[in-house]
């Protein structure tokens, strides 16, 4: 069992998963046009046959009215998103905007659009395709977890795979995806774009057939009708223009104008529709047809003209409601009008040519000047006609047109749809260079605190007091569902919904999140866009990391600075000495501060003999960022004084010590692969209390190694009293360190009782040990018990073989409570697990641990258990 389990999972590699996501999504996506095209044919079909047997000035108006208020119903009741063309949608969902794109919204853009349309909306059913594509490929990479990145990269396969199948022209498809929606050309994009589009093309063809190759003239083109082409580009280029702002503009008066619900507005753009339609010639009936007529050349310009007026009209009435429905066909049916136009003034004065060369040029260019896609245009028309001599005509008059178009009309139609909807999609930040080759894995924290969904609003509380952090990825089973901040807490108190609500009720669900793999100008572009302060990092629905604007900053700086922010080796190793192994475990001794190193290895230790740790010592020798830490000649005899005091220390104690000297650009980092490559089990590390900058509590290096470190780390902050002694002489002196009366505060949380642990060992430090704990409630706690603090004081008895003094205090500020009680039980020690912070608001002023450590001269010991 566990042998197929295996070679299932070898099977299912990226390449070859990726290579069946776009199979898979390819046929889906074919078998969805195919089944929209049928319903489509058979809805208007039947509206023929009624509006033959009964009088269409009645039988056409109501058809509409019924269809387009049905239409709209599926669409507000189920699927918001499944308005209009939905190409915008798909642009947008591609552009990290948080729009639905699954399985429901497929389902009901299908049935919409079969009912809109069939019941004689003038729209196309191409556009839907695009949505219906993308939304089936979101629906797959929902089923089949995946980055965000591929999720997007399989949502523009599935847009290729829709517009594919919609017009039976696999290249198009993938060269709209690259002209309009993603602007990528990655071996990954277009391999599952093109997979999955040719598939989509091929479904449809086996399944619908051909409707214009077999139909279409000979073709024919000759140098002298290049000025009417231009003529055509010029008439297409500005009546396309027209075209997009009429569109904008009707859809802003419908929304402004008509205060009713959304399936009203579509019911009665299809009653109109009918009116329109039942006064008409029969071929306005049916857009297939009418679109075969004109492609073909087999009308007189007045009939032309005629046409043209028409169905720009029906058509604008369509788009003021945002029936479901495409641009393509009504563009495709204009362009061939204003073709044919051109062609029989072509064919009056020279006699020459064919007007199916006029039409289906201008089909080609209308439609790439509408949807500003040119060059996907003239390749949907050629794969339509399969005929070379349209590349030439075809291309002459999609240039003009677009270029005409883009001076009275610019920007993408799409973009400014969804821009009157109040989603703008900005351009690309430019960084000059700056961000080039850094992606999220290089600079994210691959050690992230997290809560798990099931964790009460109460005990989030709690986490937030212990935490500097703001914000926190919730996790179930180790997949990422949501993101919690403080704003999320402050809500549910202002709510005043209960404590022991889960956090998942309260929590921001399906947080905007990168790959590994993203490039880090798109991760500072979704922070500046979404006003973010985190990114969660995730690789196929596990987090992986997070990314904040800090650790962007830093790695703009260390750029600037000329030190590689990608990940490699951050020291290099020039003198190492291993003692026995013990096998018990290791403390990590950094030693870079001599005004304090012996007393902390005092205390390291005390702590390794009383846990039976081997001591690991480290002395990291900064070198600037320009030199290379292999090639930079260094001095080892202070490294080797430093270690020569801490084999003095340790003769008393049956300590194993081992040491070792690197040569690095960046402390935090060297701490961090030596505690991995070590397997460390407890860092203990010195910081000085301040720091140069708010965002950094506890300094560069040691900020650093709390964030990421995956280990226990015990920070310690000496008295200024003892940092202003210098403990060295040229013989060993033990230091005297006065660490005799200790003050704890106690919250009840995991850090709390694993320092708790390492006590008796630091009471060893102290030659007349004191010990008093105390607890902080607020005054709203009207029914606080002091039980828990006898509990622990109880508890370290046992240990410690001496009474330990209890002080609960009743205070709104923690940190203030705390240096009052430590300034009057005059406090040697002050030592931090972790402290609760009972109110909201006061979480959202600053860290407890931070607040103490930066108002207090005494020596401030603050523990964190592993992550």
Known sequence: MASGISSWQKWLKPKRLAIFEACLIGVVAGLAAVMLKQGIGWIGGWRLQIANDLPAWFALPIIGLTGGYLSGFLIEQFAPEASGSGIPQVKAALGYVPIALNLRVAVVKIASTILALGSGLALGRQGPTVQIGAAIAG?????????????????????????AAGFNAPIAGVLFVIEELLHDVSSLTLGTAILASFIGGVVSLMLSGHSLTSVIPIIQFSAQEIPFL???????????????????????????????????????AGCLSGLAIAMLPSEFRDSTGLQLFLAT?????????????????????????ETSGGLFVPSLILGSALGSLVGNLEHSLLGMGTLSTYALSGMGAFFGAVAKVPITAFVIVFEITRDFNIILPLMITSVVAYL??????????????????????????????LWDGLRAIDVMQQQVETLNSDMIINEAIQTFARSRHRGFPVVTDGHLVGILTQMDLVKAQESKMSDSVAIR????????????????????????????????????????????????????????????????????????????????????????????????IEIALAIAEKQNYELECLHIISISPHLSPSATAVDLNPSLELFQQVTNAAKTRKVSIHSQVRVAHDEGQTILEVASDRQIDLLLISWYGKSKSPDRIFGDTVDTVVRQANCDVMLVKFSDRLQKVNPFNQEFKKPNISFNRWLIPIAGGPNTESALLLLPALMTLSAYPEVCLCQIFAPADENYQASQLEKYADSLYKSLRFSVGTIPICSKSIADAILDLANQERSDVIMLGASREGLVQQIIHGNIPDAIARNSNRTIIIFRKAV
């Open 139 to 163: 629906q797959v990479s929902q089923w089949i977890p995946t980055s965000p990145e591929y999720q997007r990269q399989l949502i523009a396969a599935g847009a290729a795979a829709g517009l």
């Open 230 to 268: 231009l003529l055509l580009g010029l008439l297409v280029g500005w009546f396309a223009a027209f075209f997009n702002h009429s569109v904008l503009a009707v859809i802003k008066w419908n929304r402004n104008f008509f205060k009713i619900g959304f399936a009203w507005r579509i019911a009665i």
């Open 297 to 321: 050349g087999q009308s007189n310009w007045q009939a032309t003209a005629g046409t043209f007026v028409v169905r720009f009209v029906l058509t604008l009435i369509a788009c003021s409601a």
């Open 404 to 433: 005409c178009t883009e001076k009275y009309a610019p920007g993408s139609l799409y973009t400014h749809l969804l821009e009157q909807k109040g989603i703008h999609l900005e351009a690309e930040i430019v960084t000059d260079g």
């Open 505 to 600: 009720q309260i929590m921001t669900q399906k947080p905007i999140t990168v790959s590994p793999e993203e490039s880090l100008s798109q991760v500072l572009y979704l922070l500046s866009y979404y006003k973010l302060s985190r990114l969660p990092v995730i690789d196929r629905n596990n987090l992986v990391g997070i990314i904040t604007r800090s650790d962007i900053l830093r790695a703009q700086s260390k750029r600037l600075r000329g030190v590689s922010s990608q990940i490699s080796k951050s020291s290099y190793l020039v003198y190492q000495q291993r003692g026995t192994a013990t096998g018990k475990g290791r403390l990590l001794l950094p030693l870079n501060n001599p005004q304090t190193a012996m007393y902390l």
